[in-house]
Each structure stands twice: as structure tokens, then as C-alpha cells.
């Protein structure tokens, strides 16, 4: 296992074999990073998340010259912007980064005056107001179930979705566990387990994966980093571009941020595993190389 990106490096020719390809492929590739655990620490309360301003400024300087950069998280798009944006705004001429909200269902690009309106078109209006109506009427019972337990920090909402978070309060995780459970069949939801959190969403939302087939759309390469469950979505898609047929010289790579709660599951199937920023930095700087 990766414990230094450089050492690592050294033994597997083949890895630094395709690295070196898709730094080739750097002016027709995108980079994309989750948010949580991978640009930013893992903290206690989730909305106290904040950017690692270090590692966002290497991820800038050394991948400007790659064709897309993004963000892609399950997060609201606004929040990412308002974790973002103070330090995007004070760096020298940045390229525009596309941060993707709530796995792709929001969309907005920082740097471009352009506002776009190409959020997937996979959804109705329609669609997604009946999803709002849905989580609101989830949320009301979450957040009921929250007092009663007396749980603080436990519920958030997400307009289409609805996270509901153990890491404060371990000894709740079986009861909010159960809870989700319930409603997930009242409701007809999908559970999504994430590090300390499960998610309950209405079938038919977009996952990264989603994300990464629209980044790659144009493009003849990319690579994505991350560290938990809905990271594994976005790897996988990026495996099946690269062995389509009509992207036969597709450049991918994949790439887990390890830590405690980091899946195995993502580890085993990512190409490079880094233990946390420091790592992280010397892999931008390293893909970054022919780009400075
Ligand atoms: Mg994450």
C-alpha cells in the first residue's frame, strides 16, 4: 500500500507509465475532487466543513492547465461556493472551476460569468418539485425523531435529499439506522451509507458517476479523487469510459484518500491510495508537472 507518493511511485513502472499519459492528455482531460475528506478535514458537525486552503491552492497552480477542473460533491451548491470561493478569489488569475452540487444536480462554475443552465437534463421541474415536497414531509419527521431522541447536529437537509449524521452522537447510529429504514420504505427512498451518515434520496437522482460521464463528454481523459462511498460511483464510470469502445485512448485515473473511515471497497478499486493532504499535494504536484 501507498505510504509515500514518490516511493510508491519508484515501484510500479506501470503506474508511472500511465500517469505520464495522463499528463500527456493533460490539455484534453479533467481533474475532479470531492469535497469532504479530500479538499477539506472531516470534521465533528458537518456544516462546520471548511476548505484546506493549502491543498485547493496546489490543486489550482499545479492543474490550470488541464482542460476541466471541478468539485463534485453531495453537498448544495451553495455551500461549496461559500467554502470556495474566499480563496478561489484570491488566487492570481485562476482557471474556472465547475462545482457540482448535489452529485450534479446543481451546477455553477466559478470564473465564468456565463450562468449556466446545463444541470442534467434527466429531471422533469416537475420531477424534482415532487422531491422537494417529499423531503420536506421526511425532514418535518426526521427532525421530530431528532428532538425525541434528544440528537443535536443529527438532520441535514438537502432540498432532494436528506442526511441524517452519527458522527457526534456513536451511540445514536443504530436508532437513527433504523429510522432512516422506516422511512426509506414509507417513502419508497433509496439509502445511501456514506463515512458516518446515511442519506435517504428519491430513486432517479443523478450520482457522480453521472458527473463524471458529463465532464468526460468532450474529453480524452480524467482523473477523480476521492475517499468514500459515493466516490466508488464515480470510479467506476471513469473504468467503463476507458474500456469503451468509442474512447478506446481514454487516460483515467482514480485516486482514494485513506483515512480511519475511508471504505476498503474504494481503496481496492482506486489506482493510487494517499494517506491525507500532504500526499495529496505532492500527487498534484506531480501531475502537475508539464503543466507549470
Ligand atoms: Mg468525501
Known amino acids: 500500500m501507498a505510504t509515500n507518493v514518490d516511493n510508491w511511485m519508484k515501484l510500479d513502472r506501470n503506474l508511472l507509465l500511465r500517469i505520464d499519459r495522463f499528463k500527456g492528455s493533460s490539455q484534453s482531460a479533467f481533474v475532479a475532487c470531492d469535497f469532504d475528506g479530500t479538499l477539506s478535514p472531516i470534521v465533528e458537525v458537518p456544516e462546520n466543513a471548511y ?17 476541466k477542473l471541478a468539485v463534485v460533491s453531495g453537498r448544495r451548491c451553495n455551500f461549496l461556493f461559500e467554502k470556495i470561493f474566499p480563496k478561489y478569489n484570491q488566487l492570481n488569475s485562476p482557471p474556472p472551476i465547475e462545482l457540482f452540487g448535489l452529485y450534479g444536480l446543481e451546477h455553477q462554475i466559478l470564473g465564468d460569468k456565463k450562468s449556466p443552465e446545463d444541470t442534467y437534463p434527466l429531471i422533469s421541474k416537475d420531477e424534482l418539485l415532487a422531491m422537494e415536497a417529499l423531503i420536506d414531509q421526511v425532514a418535518l419527521e426526521a427532525f421530530n425523531f431528532a428532538e425525541l ?11 432532494y435529499m436528506l442526511t441524517l449524521h452519527w458522527r457526534r452522537q456513536l451511540q445514536a447510529k443504530e436508532s437513527i439506522e433504523a429510522f432512516a429504514q422506516k422511512v426509506a420504505s414509507t417513502y419508497n427512498l433509496e439509502l445511501h451509507y456514506g463515512k458516518a451518515n446515511v442519506e435517504l434520496r428519491p ?22 479523487i476521492g475517499d468514500d462511498m459515493g466516490d466508488i460511483a464515480a470510479f467506476s464510470e471513469l473504468r467503463t469510459i476507458k474500456n469503451s469502445k ?3 485512448d481514454f487516460q483515467a485515473l482514480t ?28 500527487f498534484f504536484k506531480l501531475i502537475g508537472q508539464v503543466n507549470q
Not at 51 to 67: M, P
Not at 258 to 281: F, N
Open 51 to 67: 476548505l484546506d486552503e493549502q491543498v485547493f491552492e496546489v490543486f489550482v497552480a499545479c492543474c490550470k492547465g488541464f482542460s
Open 149 to 159: 431522541e434528544n440528537l443535536i447536529g443529527v438532520v441535514e437537509k438537502k432540498r
Open 203 to 224: 430513486p432517479g437522482l443523478p450520482s457522480k458517476a453521472n458527473v463524471v460521464q458529463w465532464l468526460a463528454q468532450d474529453l480524452d481523459g480524467g482523473c477523480y
Open 246 to 248: 468509442t474512447k478506446p
Open 255 to 282: 485516486v482514494a484518500i485513506r483515512s480511519d473511515e475511508t471504505p476498503s471497497q474504494l481503496m481496492d478499486e482506486a489506482d493510487i491510495v494517499l494517506d491525507g493532504p500532504a500526499e495529496l499535494i505532492e
